[in-house]
């Protein structure tokens, strides 16, 4: 069954210093990826999504992931955090259904904080 | 202005009642998805549909009813037979295809008083 892991609930960095938030994901066939940042009560938006082309990903506002099939894993990196930055972070697998269509799964979550 | 548009934004309910939210999207997307968020537990799928008049059951579908009459709409009952349903409904579609990301309404949070 495809599933990802998020290993840190919670990730706090200095504004100006690197943002390395960490997920690993377990799948039967290569796997279709996500990204998506949440701002309080608001929607999801897609950062970036990884398909099988290259295994560097870059999304939107600065973020990048690497696919990383030895180690399963797909961490969301970025060079410098910025205060808009603060967030929660959910890294998400594409889910094949019987009979057609796609479920996407979700992690459970990283709450990024951005502190001066 | 394409998008996802969830209403209300907020919404109060009264033990035993059902309520319906709303989700309309102009993104001529075929699939739609309504998802429950919960503190620490990340997005749960209740329902989902791929074409008009067509639904399946998702992960959490007890106690919630959907219809799929138009394609740009798909409404989610919460019924009184759902026994927590404080939480924040998130609605989604997604192109469908080789396009599986999905984008999501800004949210409807229900509360039960």
């Known amino acids: 069954a495809q599933s990802v892991t998020q290993l840190d609930s919670h990730v706090s960095v200095s504004e100006g210093t690197p943002v390395l938030l960490r997920c690993n994901y377990s799948?039967?066939?290569?796997?279709?990826l996500f990204w998506y940042v949440q701002h309080p009560n608001k929607g999801l938006q897609l950062l970036l999504k990884y398909t099988s082309a290259a295994t560097l990903v870059k999304g939107i506002n600065g973020f990048e992931a690497e696919f990383k099939k030895s180690e399963t894993s797909f961490h969301l990196t970025k060079p410098s955090a910025h205060m808009s930055d603060a967030a929660e972070y959910f890294c998400?697998?594409?889910?094949?259904?019987?009979?057609?269509?796609?479920?996407?799964?979700f992690g459970t979550g990283t709450q990024l904080k951005v502190e001066l | 202005d394409g998008g996802i548009t969830q209403s209300p934004k907020y919404l109060f309910r009264k033990e035993g009642q059902n309520v319906t939210l709303s989700c309309e999207q102009n993104l001529n997307h075929d699939a739609m998805y309504w998802y429950r968020q919960d503190p620490g537990q990340g997005l749960r799928l209740i329902y989902y549909?791929?074409?008009?008049?067509?639904?399946q059951k998702g992960d959490i579908a007890e106690g919630y009813s959907v219809s799929r009459e138009k394609k740009e709409s798909f409404p989610l009952t919460v019924t009184s037979a759902q026994k927590n349903p404080t939480a924040f409904y998130l609605c989604a579609s997604s192109p469908g295809l080789s396009r599986y990301e999905q984008f999501f309404g800004p949210g409807t949070r229900l509360t039960v008083l």
């Open positions: 998400v697998v594409r889910l094949r259904l019987t009979g057609g269509g796609n479920k996407l799964t």
């Open positions: 549909s791929q074409i008009v008049n067509d639904f």
């Open positions: 799948s039967s066939y290569s796997p279709s």
